[in-house]
Nanobody, 125 residues
Framework: QVQLVESGGGLVQAGGSLRVSCAAS????????MGWFRQAPGKEREFVAA????????YYAESVKGRFTISRDNAKNTVYLQMNSLKPEDTAVYYC??????????????????WGQGTQVTVSS
């Protein structure tokens, strides 16, 4: 089991930037793909971005392509989500997830078992 702790959420104006982080309790390099999901009030949790365990491949939801960047620092067992050009519709609780398979992140999120507690991101108009 992997414990994940997110940080870095907050309030930002539309057009602004924010970076959220997720620290894992175990070594993730070579073992776990990492990903970000979000859930807005009244909506289902949705995929945002994912990165393979080596960091060589990244995946994004269409709604965030070109604005968000996922990266990882394997020495720190940490994954980041840099969010630029934020919009009010990006407002949500952002969750970090870990899984040995990148396909679980991108296509089978219902199978994910390792989740963080979430961090609130609020974008004001």
């Amino acid at each position: 089991q992997v414990q994940l702790v997110e940080s870095g959420g907050g309030l930002v104006q539309a057009g602004g930037s924010l970076r959220v982080s997720c620290a894992a309790s175990v070594r993730t390099a070579g073992t776990y793909a990492m990903g970000w999901f979000r859930q807005a009030p009244g909506k289902e949790r949705e995929f945002v971005a994912a990165i393979t365990w080596g960091g060589g491949n990244t995946y994004y939801a269409e709604s965030v392509k070109g604005r968000f960047t996922i990266s990882r620092d394997n020495a720190k067992n940490t994954v980041y989500l840099q969010m630029n050009s934020l919009k009010p519709e990006d407002t949500a609780v952002y969750y970090c997830a870990a899984d040995p398979r990148i396909s679980t992140m991108t296509s089978e999120a219902h199978k994910l078992r390792n989740w963080g507690q979430g961090t609130q991101v609020t974008v004001s108009s």
